[in-house]
């Protein structure tokens, strides 16, 4: 291996391990306020990618007819519930029925395939991030003081449904989307690729803005309080539920946003954000599922060895991958304290 092979693959590891990085966030958030080992995490990626694909290809997102489907069980929810969730079904109806149908009559109106690329990354992140919460809402609040292992097997079932529902909307071929620059840099014998320096940017740009709304905001704070005391924070005023909501919508823009991000990489399929928010979950465990600066370091290692290894040995370089998580579960078991879960 010479240096300019060194250099690409460098630069290939540290890519995908800033989607990576971004994926790890995402879990190591939601398991943190809501103790939900979040397993479909990749199929917002999946979702996102495939939806650009649809809009660039001037077709009907199918995930719109989901996105009206999930809002009007959303809302249903919503009718059945308790008193507070009846005082706010004004807002209900708002955000689960009327936004949806405003937005598939606006999609049915634009000309998809005309729009410029960053317009259309608007639509899909405006299509796929509602459907965060409006899982949260249907599949994990009635659910939400149920212990880690209950929230697991929920997790694992809708994972299950939402990979059934991506091959029904999507179908089983793959699709690859344009980059969102094609400009290419020389640095020595080193070619950047544009949409490289996007994936940089954006990823940084991301967890930058997270920082500053978890440091510097209320709602942010609010969170923060769940994840580090959730009865304390109850006591404290901070509606669980709400803080569930918010944090499904922030893993729901993370996975779009890295769906857009990795879909001209490679081709995308219905069940791919499985093995790539597989990959996100070691990075997580990396950082105890607690650590974002460790999570995202165990990202970029994950990217790194990654890349080396489809050099070395391609055909085992997923097996490389997920066997580092086998140390670094044997560290944790032998360094940390063993308590029961909270009843």
Do not use: C
């Not at 990626?45 to 959303?74: C, K, S």
């Amino acid at each position: 291996m010479d240096a300019e092979i060194f250099a690409l693959l460098g630069q290939d590891g540290i890519t995908n391990g800033a989607i990576y990085a971004l994926l790890a966030l995402a879990l190591v958030l939601v398991f943190a306020v809501t103790r939900i080992i979040f397993i479909p995490q990749g199929e917002f990626l999946a979702w996102g990618a495939l939806t650009m694909a649809a809009l660039e290809a001037g077709h009907f997102p199918g995930t719109v007819w989901l996105l009206l489907g999930a809002g009007a069980l959303t809302f249903a929810a919503d009718l059945l519930g308790g008193a507070a969730a009846r005082r706010q079904l004004g807002k209900s109806a708002l955000w689960n029925l009327l936004y949806p149908a405003v937005l598939a009559g606006l999609l049915w109106v634009l000309p998809l395939q005309a729009l410029p690329q960053v317009a259309k990354g608007l639509l899909v992140l405006g299509i796929v991030v509602p459907l965060g919460p409006m899982i949260y809402r249907v599949a994990f609040q009635p659910v939400a003081e149920a212990p880690v292992l209950v929230l697991l097997i929920v997790a694992v079932a809708l994972h299950l449904l939402m990979v059934g529902i991506g091959l029904l909307i999507f179908g089983p071929e793959g699709s690859r989307t344009l980059p969102f620059s094609e400009a290419q840099f020389e640095i020595g014998s080193l070619v950047v690729g544009g949409h490289t320096l996007v994936v940089l940017a954006a990823s940084v740009l991301l967890i930058v803005a997270l920082y500053l709304y978890f440091d510097r905001t209320l709602g942010g704070k609010a969170l923060r309080a769940t994840a580090i005391n959730r009865n304390g924070a109850r006591l404290m005023g901070i509606s669980p539920a709400l803080a569930g909501r918010q944090t499904f919508f922030f893993a729901a823009l993370i996975g779009a946003l890295s769906g857009l991000l990795v879909a001209p990489l490679t081709t995308i399929y219905y069940d791919s954000g499985f093995l790539i928010g597989l990959k996100g979950f070691v990075a997580a465990i990396i950082g105890g599922l607690a650590s974002y600066p460790l999570a995202a370091g165990g990202a970029v290692l994950v990217g790194l060895l990654e890349s080396f290894s489809s050099f070395w040995a391609s055909a085992f370089k997923d097996v490389i991958v997920f066997t580092l998580i086998i140390p670094v579960l044997m560290w944790r078991s032998l360094t940390s304290h063993h308590v029961e879960e909270e009843e």
